[in-house]
């Protein structure tokens, strides 16, 4: 099982001898393992943390002092996937679990549902099941917990789904943890679609939405109950108010009504709307945990990601911080109420990807543990960043992750196409470009017209665009690393998962010559069927997911027979090189029957075709051995029919 490396203290920043070039790649395993460490949180007072681990085997939460590393829990997942992992005052730490099933009595697919488990550390090591025997309300939950403590007593307070009739709300319950009892504390409408927890655990705010009118409206919660202080008709990009601005009496909301996507502040008190106002700007906030209140801002840009705080002293603690690592990206992974204990992510040359420590008291930093065990920095390919022009001119954004050892010069190419679509990759350590990266392969990431974090202007050109100039997008920054003499024109392949793996039959179908081979992951074939499985799904025809998507694809309804020109599984006669498909069975996503389609559809077309599924795997690739089985059949077909080079 998952295991900590014993804490190592030293100086930073640290050394570590790298060979230049390996005589052999890496085990596949080491790059489709669970992280060793992923989602760590210290507790309120920073003497404990709390963490969701795992290998290539299974994930578990394990408790821990900070002082000595003493292990204080540990709890296997066993058929569940771990997802999140929070502390509820010092003594109770909550841990979110999924599973994909369906349930007696509803309708619809299989879904993904999210259970709650807590865990009380002044009564010993038994985690217990939260939500149970609460009358007419589901044991799962429907949004983020959130801890709080009321007259000393820790709670929490979950978003969870109501039955007063047939007909399920969105409500709010609170859960005394100290009694492990629960209780329905506020009840939606069935057009709620959020609440707006406050410090205390009540309710200040809730917000409802008609998926068929469009129709948001904010209510404020007052002596006589919610009141409807702003609204706005949004069949598309609809508002929401998304955190408590700098103290908790004013909420920020976040419109595009101009137009464009900007922030405006909401008083409490009176309901009043100012703005908008670029206090905010950022692609997150920081909230403090006690207060709920923003401290600062978070700003992805493409190499690196900055932390802007509101309180000079924590701007000055973070600016020394990443002083300490030069050349390296930092991110805050958690930190004491009082600032004097920190648990930091490093990723780069020297550091790999690892977890450090930061012990004010001692004016101390410290190595924690590798976030994945065996893969040191010497096993990493390196990355950089640019941007290169489109057909018409529009520029788009790269991650370039190279072999390591091997010069940047006639390498064969893979390019990795990210889901969303609108979504994007991030600066820093990618276990699958990375994997690919070990086998011998320039790894593309194009941040293709439609992604976002690049600018609303970005994001929009995708509109209409799907199958169409996203996708020649790929094949344009193919050609540019052609022309620059990294790549060899005539070993390209494409792989990506969800929208990527869309991208990746795309591009054997509607981009053809390009590509001499194709590996498509829990990826949508057909755009017509994608559209009506979403309105079986919510009894809809008329929702704001459905509009979404529409809007992507340039489609005029459901049953606009123009995309079909842009779904795969329609043009499986074209394609001439060999392509991969492999889904997870239990996907509640991107249904595996997307991938079945295409399957159907090549075996129609007489075309060769290779298929996996995963038995219980779901959208996220979240179970280690499948995970890991993904990646072994991609590389294998990589290696098979685009073939690396020789190691050095």
Partial sequence: MARLPHVIARAVPMALLASSALAAPPPVTL??????????????????????????????VQVRTVADNKILSVTPAEK???RDVMWVGN?????????????????GP???????????????????PLMSGIDKTMNVAAGTPRAVIRDGEPMLVVPAIHFPSLDGVLALVELRLDRAVGRVARIGTPDTVDFIIGPDGEPVAREDYGSRSGEWRLLLNGKDGFRKVYGETALLDRPNVYSFGRDACTLLMSSRKSGEWEDYEIKVADGSVSGPTDAYDGDNVLTDRRTKTVIGTIDVKLDRTDYNFFNPDDQKLWRGIIKAFPGEQVRLE?????????????QGEKNGVALFRVDRAKGAVEYMADRYEGIGPELLGPVTTYRYKAADGLEIPAYLTLPRGRPAKNLPLVVFAHGGPAARDYPGFDWWAQGLASRGYAVLQPQFRGSTGFGQAHRDAGNGQWGRKMQTDLSDGVRDLVAKGVADPKRVCIVGASYGGYAAMAGVTLDPGVYRCASAVAGVSDLRAMLRQEVRDTGDDRNGTLRFWQRFMGA???????????????????VTVPLQLIHGRDDTVVPIAQSKLM????????????WLELAGEDHFLSRP???????????????????PDPAP
């Fill in 599 to 610: 399957l159907d559809a090549m075996k129609k077309a007489g075309k060769p075709v290779e």
């Fill in 110 to 128: 299989k879904r993904e549902w999210y259970l709650l488990l807590a865990l009380d550390l002044t009564k010993g090591k038994t985690w217990k």
């Fill in 80 to 82: 569940a996937k771990v």
């Fill in 91 to 107: 003594n109770h730490v909550v841990t979110t679990i999924s599973k994909t099933t369906d349930v007696i009595g509803l309708q």
């Fill in 334 to 346: 958690s930190w004491s109420d009082d600032r004097k204990t920190i648990i930091l992510d490093v």
């Fill in 625 to 643: 051995a499948t995970r890991i089985a993904m990646l072994e059949a991609q590389v294998a077909f990589l290696e098979k029919h685009n073939p």
């Fill in 556 to 574: 005029k309804g459901v049953d606009d027979t123009s995309i079909d020109a842009w779904s795969p599984a329609t043009l499986a006669s074209r």
């Fill in 31 to 60: 790059f489709g393992q669970l992280p060793t460490l992923s989602t760590i949180e210290l507790s309120p007072d920073g003497t404990r943390w709390a963490a969701v681990m795992g290998d290539e085997k299974s994930a578990q």
